[in-house]
């Protein structure tokens, strides 16, 4: 499975980005999926993940009500639709991925990174 991520850039404090996460390779071996970020001087927390359905989300205090996390299936692609983006939000921006194949975990793939800025 490989992903590739796209939609990160500069935007001001109270703006939105919405980023994307393309998968190839064994996509059909794709379960939960999820978004992860990473800021200078810290370590890489979880913003957000999704079922394989979509019909399950969950995200961190901090972006809850201003991120919102989705997938399309048949394109093989998930989202990050940030709105009221703040100064803390700047971050690379990780999409993940869990290849699973009769109920066993055979990996966790992650994209390259998207960088996010928010100017305040």
């Known amino acids: 499975v490989q992903l590739v991520e796209s939609g990160g850039g500069l935007v001001q404090a109270g703006g939105s980005l919405r980023l994307s996460c393309t998968a190839s390779?064994?996509?059909?071996?794709?379960?939960?999926m999820g978004w992860y970020r990473q800021a200078p001087g810290k370590e890489r927390e979880l913003v957000a993940t999704?079922?394989?359905?979509?019909?399950?989300?969950n995200y961190a205090d901090s972006v809850k009500g201003r991120f919102t996390i989705s997938r399309d299936n048949a394109k093989n692609t998930m989202y990050l639709q940030m709105n009221i983006l703040e100064f803390e939000d700047t971050a690379v921006y990780y999409c993940?991925?869990?290849?699973?194949?009769?109920?066993?975990?055979?990996?966790?793939?992650w994209g390259q990174g998207s960088q996010v800025t928010v100017s305040s």
């Open positions: 999704i079922t394989r359905s979509g019909g399950r989300t």
């Open positions: 390779g064994s996509t059909s071996r794709i379960n939960s």
């Open positions: 993940m991925a869990e290849e699973v194949a009769a109920g066993t975990l055979l990996g966790i793939h």
